[in-house]
């Protein structure tokens, strides 16, 4: 294949910059043509025969067959997917996105059919949703997350013992503050909300800020159809965005008389400079304008100072307390009123003479305000692994047509089922009664304890429809097993299967394969970003100077999810008593199995330190608390508890 390729523009856009070029197929005419485009959120293929529609592959192509997904020639989805294709602020790489959310969400909510029938096609309002694709994502969900989630800090388990080092005292400190603002912020709750999206919709958005009336971080979870990154060109999808809008469109309210509007929150990293204040300009409008000092000359912030050397202003952060650094981010909040907005003003470009910037409840204004910190808190969840692509893909994703054939077979069940309870009925010789009016026969109506008087040689026929109502039911099933193997949630996974019909503990193990790897890959895609949440807590509140949280760098935290699987809780502990006993595993080893076993064990370290008290204890006070204990069993059991206590 011959290879054509531009030159590369330079600059950058929502996605970044796209590299564009054409390769000709060999054996094909030069009127048959492939041209692709490279930006930074993944490839972009497009096949252009003459003639013929053009062929698009995207993160979201799996969606393509739908045709309110690729009804137009240049990709764009159906008007109906994505009304706000009028509006001009919206980037053109983010509308095949948002189509999507919004087409995985009628899924989700039964609403398919409904779509459907909007973008034009009748016959749908009557398709049956019975909720698979939400049972889908509720399954996957539920094994994601596990039975539990806890904030774990490598080290902090060892501060109890007697040789604790100083790192293990300040780990099991930062450990109990982690976990009791994740108890303030429902940290649980909040990831129930956030990693449903993700799982659904494919991607998931956190953001943190500082309440100062609170003295903490509060967490806020974001649609992720409000994120709009903006990408640098030839970005690696790892890479962390250095500008990030969350947009969205305001309708008209005709009783409060205002009008469409655009709203636009921006966390961009920049130079520091120099300090600035709120005010308000020749217009009446909030503004945030640079503080000049008696001399003439701009004010820095308390603890920046300017070099001179290198024309820039450098400030030392708690967290970074031998490096300083050039780089803050800055945060804006307006909105715009679309009449504003002329044709071809994307999101990223809206004009700030035209702003109306917000105010927090402090009194500053949200124009460039300075949040003293060094990065961008916002946190994006991706479902997969990134592969050439900053968004992820649902896990939907593969058995879309699967889940729109289970539908379509529903609806024919649904119709068969109709004319099987109420059958066809075909009758000869029948003596039908006639309407006075009009002189004709009156319909015949069937109903239980109807009788019809036949001539000679009458008869009636039922048409027999139960045989395609069984083949139709067999049909739903063998579907819906297809894509649960397709969508890696076996049929144990999801309930349809009867415990009695497992052979065996070892074969149940097998068929978890897959949901196993399903698992295993989406928490690898997630590690990194919760452990980078949770260091982005420690360094907001050191910046908000947070009483009781220590100075530095933050300590590695991360989220440890509770087994997604059943577990034998008798297997291990017996596997736990014995390595223990035989000294082949530590006590603090067996308690962590425990843990994730499922067994109520809140605090290993607690656990441990009770365990060693007992053990230490002089004979007679484990036998006054054995004998305390176990006060309200009978006699016998006592005194069997008390023979067992005195042989140990």
């Not at 990030?244 to 469409?260: C, M, N, Q, S, V």
């Not at 649902?394 to 047509?401: D, I, N, P, R, W």
């Amino acid at each position: 294949m011959l290879i054509q390729r531009p030159p590369t523009p330079s600059g950058r856009s929502q996605s970044g910059s796209a590299r564009r070029g054409r390769a000709i197929l060999p054996g094909q005419p030069p009127s048959i043509w492939l041209t692709y485009a490279v930006d930074g959120a993944g490839p972009t293929l497009r096949t252009c025969p003459v003639g013929l529609r053009t062929f698009l592959t995207d993160a979201w192509s799996w969606l393509n067959y739908k045709p309110v997904m690729a009804g137009t020639h240049d990709g764009r989805p159906h008007r109906t997917l994505s009304p706000a294709l009028q509006a001009t602020w919206l980037p053109d790489d983010a509308v095949r996105r948002l189509a999507a959310y919004k087409l995985l969400a009628a899924y989700d909510s039964n609403q398919a059919g409904e779509l459907a029938t909007l973008a034009g096609n009748e016959t749908a309002a009557e398709r049956r949703e019975y909720g698979d694709p939400a049972t889908f994502v509720d399954t996957a969900l539920a094994h994601l997350l596990g039975k539990s989630q806890q904030i774990v800090v490598p080290g902090a388990e060892h501060a109890g013992d007697d040789d604790a080092t100083p790192e293990s005292a300040a780990a099991a400190e930062v450990q109990q503050r982690l976990r009791e603002w994740a108890e303030a912020e429902l940290l649980p709750l909040r990831m129930q909300a956030a990693e449903r999206k993700a799982v659904l919709l494919g991607d998931g958005l956190y953001l943190l800020a500082w309440d100062p009336e609170k003295r903490r971080v509060r967490l806020k979870t974001y649609d992720p159809g409000f994120y709009f990154p903006v990408l640098e060109d030839d970005a690696d999808p790892g890479d962390y965005p250095r500008r990030i809008h969350l947009g969205w469109e305001i309708p008209e309210d005709p009783k409060r008389a205002l009008k469409p509007r655009v709203r636009r929150i921006t966390y961009e990293l920049g130079p520091v400079a120099p300090a600035t204040r709120s005010s308000t300009d020749g217009n009446g409008q909030a503004r945030r304008h640079p503080i000049v000092g008696d001399t003439g000359g701009h004010m820095l912030d308390v603890g920046d100072r300017y070099v001179p050397e290198s024309d820039h202003i450098e400030r030392t952060y708690p967290w970074a307390p031998d490096r300083p650094s050039n780089v803050t981010c800055y945060l804006t909040d307006a909105e715009w009123f679309l009449d504003d907005l002329r044709h071809g003003q994307s999101l990223d470009d809206l004009p700030l003479d035209k702003a109306h910037f917000r105010t927090r409840p402090d009194g500053e204004v949200l124009h460039r305000l300075d949040l003293q910190l060094d990065f961008i808190p916002i946190v994006h969840i991706s479902n997969t692994v990134a592969d050439g692509e900053h968004f992820g893909q649902s896990t939907l994703a593969k058995v879309m047509q699967a889940l729109d054939e289970l539908a379509e077979t529903d609806t024919d069940s649904a119709r068969a089922s109709a004319t099987t309870g109420a059958p066809i009925i075909g009758l000869a010789g029948a003596r039908a009664e006639v309407d006075r009016v009009t002189g004709r026969p009156k319909p015949l109506t069937v109903e239980p304890g109807t009788i019809f008087q036949l001539a000679d040689g009458g008869r009636m026929d039922v048409l027999d429809t139960s045989g395609q109502l069984s083949e139709l039911r067999a049909r739903v099933e063998e579907i819906r097993d297809r894509a649960a193997v397709n969508a890696r949630l076996p049929a144990v996974s999801l309930g349809t299967v009867d415990p009695s019909d497992v052979p065996s503990g070892y074969a149940l193990q097998l068929s978890l394969g897959p949901l196993d790897s399903l698992v295993d890959s989406m928490r690898l895609a997630r590690a990194h970003k919760y452990a980078l949440l949770l260091k982005m807590v420690q360094r907001i509140h050191q910046a908000g100077r947070a009483e009781g949280w220590p100075t530095g760098q933050p300590l590695a935290a991360r989220i440890v999810f509770g087994p997604h699987t059943p577990t034998d809780r008798t297997a291990i502990l017996d596997e736990v008593v014995k390595g223990v006993s035989a000294g082949v595993l530590s006590l603090e080893t067996g308690i962590r199995m425990l843990q994730d076993a499922g067994y109520p064990i809140e605090d290993a370290r607690e656990e441990v330190s009770r365990i060693t008290a007992r053990q230490e204890a002089p004979v007679p006070v484990r036998h006054q608390a054995a004998a305390s204990s176990s006060s309200s069993l009978p006699a016998a059991d006592q005194r069997a508890d008390e023979d067992a206590l005195l042989r140990r």
